[in-house]
């Protein structure tokens, strides 16, 4: 191998020092010096993950990141690749994960650039494509100024709230010679900003108004996105004899805990209520007629809202992903990384200090919220059972069927809910069985297949509820997991159609009194019916369906998840279920 050194092992000896185990990428000849940097630079590393799609690639470090806090890297070809890979970058900053984006870009330098394809596939500043999505972006100008650049933006991505960075990699400099050593700083160097803490005054007065509430309520948003708040969120409700509302944004609570009332109209009788972590804080206190879009809070007038989280940080104004605003009474800007802890350490020692009356108090409405989680409980155990031996498949008795198999095993589950029955029905009693509820259309596939990658080497059972719209968006994605020996059991909630927006068309007819059988033009997946057993065995699984018979459910299930158990070979299940 030639003694010579390039650009592009400088950039990569940096991407290495930030211990990254990969990089996922669709190919682009724009970092054709990184590629060559990455697989042969002094034994390669870290390793590439080839995705069909740029969308897919960030997909892939989006849901590794909601299982490990880490991020991947991610590689995009030049302006193109950058704006195929846009939706999915979009969602990465929605959904506050981290991850490293480098772009090939360029040549700057025009005269360095072959005919029309370096100049239709360049900008003049690449990073205005995804400016208002990313918390940074860079374009460093010189192969010196790379090590600056990529560092910062590793720190820049992983502070609260994290996000996605882009550094385009312009690909002359990537190509370069170098002429003279230049020294890769250590990333320890220059320590990651400690997780901001909260105003201890304020902390101390939100802690009172807990313990003095009534009937106070937690909604928990991302705070679950620490391991640790999965203890601590149910310790503070205990403490303070508080309901929990677990938004779904990342896994805040064991849903089987007597305090968790997700799904209760709890929420109306609430005198104080925290909102922990939350971005959006209105979708949890209220109701919604899609037909008309007329909001109505579930609030009463006298409830008093507080705050607990990053509060206006990261809100960008490009984007309304930070939802209407709210009266608050007292909102603390912190990490509830830090925070959480020292809340709760307050409020256990209110706790002792209290008389024998505020805490009698503080049981009854424990009792009470036990009940309430209880009747619901079984309210919702009733609703599966009603349609348990519909036919097509409901949405219930599918994920009561995946429950009863994957049970048996140390499971996690990816993204999608089937509808929500999931958290219905089944037991999330570790942080790690769930990093939070599936995001918008095309993203579900690639985000589960990031989380099973998460997991490789765990020995635990990951299942993806997945859609078959969503999958349809992506079915590149099958061969990945394959290609990569990625164990993931799919088990695929098959509507053969697009019914939420169907949904949504069925309101607007009976709003205006028209047609409501119409509501399916546009909407269907079928006539043909896509063969996703076929599809997946074709590109490496193993496979079995489709599966319409609701007898027939659970010993598929179970063949499928020894397979992926026993040999790590991905498998899918294709069941036929009804539209709701």
């Known amino acids: 191998m030639s003694g010579k050194k390039y650009g592009s092992d400088l950039m990569v000896d940096v991407i290495r020092s930030f ?157 370069q010679e170098l002429t003279e050593d230049i020294a890769v700083p250590d990333p320890a160097s220059f320590a990651l900003p400690t ?67 997700t799904g209760t109209n709890v929420a109306s009788e609430a005198d104080l209520v925290l909102f922990l972590d939350c971005k959006e804080t209105e979708i949890s206190i209220s109701s919604v007629d899609s037909a008309t879009r007329v909001v109505t809070s579930h609030l009463s007038k006298d409830a008093r809202c507080m705050s607990l989280g990053y509060s206006l940080a990261g809100i960008r104004g490009w984007s309304h992903d930070y939802g209407r605003m709210m009266p608050m009474e007292l909102d603390i800007a912190a990490d509830t990384v830090s925070a959480l802890p020292q809340l709760v350490e307050i409020c256990r020692t209110l706790m002792q200090e209290s008389d024998a009356v505020s805490e009698q108090r503080r049981q009854t409405r424990r009792e009470a919220l036990a009940a309430r989680h209880e009747q619901q409980w079984n309210s919702w155990q009733k609703q599966a059972a009603e349609v348990a031996d519909d036919q097509p498949l409901s949405t219930s008795r599918l994920a009561s069927e995946v429950w009863e198999v994957i049970r048996n095993y140390d499971w996690v589950l990816t993204a999608g809910t089937s509808r929500g029955w999931a958290r219905k ?51 590149g994605t099958l061969w990945v997991a394959a290609y990569y020996k990625i164990p993931m059991l799919v088990i695929m909630v098959n509507n053969r159609a697009y019914y939420n927006d169907w949904a949504h068309q069925e309101h607007i007819a009976i709003e205006r009194g028209r047609p409501v059988e119409n509501a399916y033009i546009g909407m269907e997946i079928s006539g043909p019916a896509p063969d996703f057993a076929s599809i997946a065995r074709a590109q490496g699984w193993w496979a079995e369906g489709p599966i319409d018979k609701p007898e027939d459910v659970r010993a598929a299930i179970a063949r499928a998840a020894e397979v992926v158990a026993t040999t790590g070979k991905p498998a899918l299940v294709d069941i036929v279920t009804q539209l709701t």
């Not at 909601?66 to 999915?88: C, E, F, N, S």
């Not at 708040?229 to 403490?239: C, H, M, S, Y």
């Open 19 to 175: 211990d990254i185990p990969y990089i996922s990428l669709n190919p682009g000849a724009s970092y054709r010096g990184l590629h060559d940097s990455l697989v042969n630079w002094q034994g390669g590393g870290p390793q590439l993950i080839c995705c069909q799609h740029e969308k897919v690639a960030v997909g892939v470090a989006h849901g590794y990141a909601k299982v490990t806090g880490r991020p991947m890297a991610v590689a995009l070809h030049d302006l193109v690749g950058l704006l195929q890979a846009t939706m999915g970058i979009y969602y990465a900053f929605h959904d506050r994960v981290p991850m490293l984006l480098l772009g090939g870009s360029g040549p700057a330098d025009t005269s360095r650039r072959r005919p029309a394809i370096d100049w239709f596939h360049s900008a003049n500043v690449q990073g205005n494509a995804v400016r208002d999505y990313v918390k940074w972006d860079d374009e460093p100008r010189s192969v010196a100024a790379t090590p600056e650049s990529l560092i910062r933006a590793w720190n820049i991505a992983r502070v609260g709230p994290a996000g996605p960075v882009y550094v385009s990699l312009d690909a002359d400099l990537q190509e």
């Open 425 to 475: 029905l089944w037991d999330f009693d570790k942080h790690y069985r769930h990093p939070g509820d599936s995001l918008g259309t095309a993203t579900q596939i690639g985000i589960s297949l990031g989380v099973a990658l998460a997991h490789k080497g765990t020995g635990r059972l990951v299942v993806d509820l997945q859609p078959d719209g969503d999958l349809m968006f992506d079915l």
């Open 195 to 261: 997780p901001p803490g909260a105003d201890p005054a304020a902390l101390a007065r939100l802690a009172e108004a807990l313990m003095e509430a009534e009937r106070p309520l937690i909604v928990a948003g991302y705070a679950g996105r620490d391991p640790d708040a999965f203890t601590l969120i149910p310790e503070l409700a205990q403490i303070v004899g508080a309901g929990v509302i677990d938004t779904g944004a990342r896994l805040n609570m064991p849903n089987r805990h007597p305090l968790n009332v």
